[in-house]
């Protein structure tokens, strides 16, 4: 009794000390980094420098064992097994653990729930390098950095970053793989993934399209540093800064035919209230706001002033004739991390996430913080407001006396000499293209953003400086008047068929009061620079958008390439159907495709096609599998004798390739002779499968074969696990 419990202290200590080579070591070491780069750009900055230092305290460690072990060894450095090294005491890894999770903790207030949850799954998954002394602790690490790099889909969603950690996931598994079978070749290994990923495909697909998408109970929290985008205040020369960047602000896809580039103006946000330097929304709400319903405490800005953006409440709406007819299409909004929408007026959304502000505006009920896809159906020819409330006018009328005094005198000029609202507009806008007005991303400085200044002397800016400067001088002549930004056009994309709308597409321009007009687009650049609303930047602008945007990295003769622009078209077009079909599988489109599978299914004549399909392929199953029944049957014989290698592999007892089969049975009777006479059955079954003519075997003798292999299989699997304990 004695010995037993000796034997087994012997081999418990056997099973704690768990042996790996050098390759297996650095290829862990490599993928934890990987997987950590996925969630990069979401880390605070103290987890990064814990995880960096980790890591590289883990591989510098490393390479002095795998050097100090090829000394002492005539084995290759990746071939080198030892125990993973004991670099911190289990009491400091314990204390670094509660202290790291009470800072998380502590910081969630500031991250939010999902990130906490991701800081401290990744803070896990870097302490867990420290303690892998047993087989089970490699498997649980590789399993955390799948999830790890898994959660980072959740912020990233494009094509090309899926793919990157679908590839990614597929390499832990073959550490996985080397792990349990570390004699296997590469291609078998990889090979071996691959049919598993095949396999796997119609499952996915089935709980994509079939299982139920469940709102997350996280609110994946707003980004500092996502700063490029629109912001809801706007001084002179924002927008020219934001025309220098290339990034993508959404993609539109129509169900007919696009708008032309002129009707393309995609509101996001209004601003009404103006301090003589800066545009903002409104803080109070905007005219009948109120009247639409109000959703939380009275210290809410107005942009939670909520609405229904349903195309039935627009028709009953008294602020709104809806007229004419729609034009429906989809938009994909990048993550801006703010709440307004885009579409082009006057815009309705029958779903339930999407509402309207009183100033016509869509906006998403949370934080855009990933790609969204949502339906709009607009209608161009709708009267906004076709009567103004009190406090709206007011609000739209209301100016600062002390700046801009010229601005103020020229207004009551006009208003002195013109009576008629649209005199006076026409009137400034004639001023605007007859006299040397110049449309520039580069305009000159403007003292505390004068638009006096702007307007009598430099007279050259960008879309700002002429939507302000008109607004501010129709309000002091009695208009009402607000600004409005957004974008304009949007570049065409033919092998998709859609729209893209880039950053550097970024508009502002001007809407005015007329009586039983309602609200009127009005857009001083078209009469600064018309080719820049009828069809893009003009050639000018487009030069100085490329010398502003060029630079020792940017590529831009690169770009200029006719080759260059039809790959990246068919690049982005791909993207797109990905964002489009993938991505945008929306939990509504989802139950509307499974309400039409249950209405097809339900039609008789549906279901018939549907029975008789599925008759149909099982006879063809039926058929397939009686034909192969004899090939089944020698497969699992072939199946079960490299099952019991691998079994006697698992426990150190390893067949060299050289040995034959009889040879590897003669090995085992001399080194294992309490296994020999298990293993020498499933050698013989083998062998008399293998070296005897198909023709000769019968089914019957198929069976037997297989059935005395699986009877000495289960014994032998037993006798070794005794073994294992120490009992003969």
Known sequence: MANIKKRQSKNNSDIKALMLNSKMYFGLLALQLLNLLTLVLQFHWLYLLFAFFVITLQFALHV?????????????????????????????????????????????????????????????????????????DVYQLVVLGIFVATSSLIFIQSIYFSLAVILLVFANFYVLLNLFAPKSAVSAQAKLLGKLGLYSIPFAVVLFVGFPKLSPFWEVPSVKSATVGLSDSVKIGDIANLALSNELAFRVSFEEN???????????????????????????GSGHGAQQGQRGQSNQRSQNTYGSARL??????????????????????EPSFQSWLFALDFATSEQSDVGRRSDFALFYRGIISQTMSYQVTSYPEAVLAPRLSRASRQLNLTLSTQN???????????????????????????????????????????????LDQFYFDTRAGFCEHYASSFTYLMRAAGIPARMVVGYLGGEFNSSGNYLSVYQRNAHAWSEIWLPDRGWQRVDPTAAVDPERVERGFSSNLMQEHSNLSSGLFSMQALRAMQWYKQFKMQIEALDYQWTRWVIGYTGQKQHRIMAQILASLKSGKQAFYWLMSLVVLALFVGWFKQRKVKGSSQHKITQGYLNTLTLLAQHNVVKEKSMTAQQFAKYIEKNRPEL????????????????????????????????????????????LWLAKLGIH
Not at 259 to 267: E, G, I
Not at 277 to 284: G, H, S
Not at 407 to 434: G, M, W
Not at 678 to 701: G, K, L, V
């Open 64 to 136: 002095k064992l795998a050097r100090k072990h090829l000394k002492t060894s005539s084995t290759s450095i990746a071939d080198n097994q030892y125990s993973a090294p004991k670099i911190l005491p289990s009491w400091l890894i314990l204390i670094l653990a509660i202290t790291g999770s009470v800072g998380i903790a502590i910081g969630g207030k500031e991250l939010g729930l999902l990130l906490s949850m991701v800081h401290l799954l990744c803070f896990a998954y870097s302490l867990k390098m420290f303690e892998i002394p047993k087989r089970k």
């Open 258 to 284: 696009s708008p032309k580039h002129s009707q393309l103006y995609w509101r996001a946000m209004v601003l009404d209230d103006f301090d003589g330097i800066t545009w903002r929304q409104d803080q109070r």
């Open 312 to 333: 039935e409440n627009s028709i009953n709406s008294a602020y709104v004739d809806v007229r004419g007819a729609g034009v429906s299409y989809q938009v994909i909004a």
């Open 404 to 450: 801009n005094p010229r601005l103020l005198a020229k207004a009551q000029q006009l208003r002195q000499r013109y009576q008629d609202d649209s005199a006076i507009v026409n009137h400034v806008l004639a001023e605007f293209n007859q006299n040397n007005y110049f449309y520039t991303l580069q305009p000159p400085g403007l003292n505390n953003n004068s």
């Open 676 to 719: 020999s006479a298990s293993f020498s059955a499933i050698t013989a079954c083998f062998e008399q499968f293998s070296y005897q003519a198909a023709a000769q075997i019968n089914e019957q003798q198929l069976a037997e074969y297989l059935t005395t292999l699986k009877l000495h299989y289960r014994r032998l699997r037993w006798q």
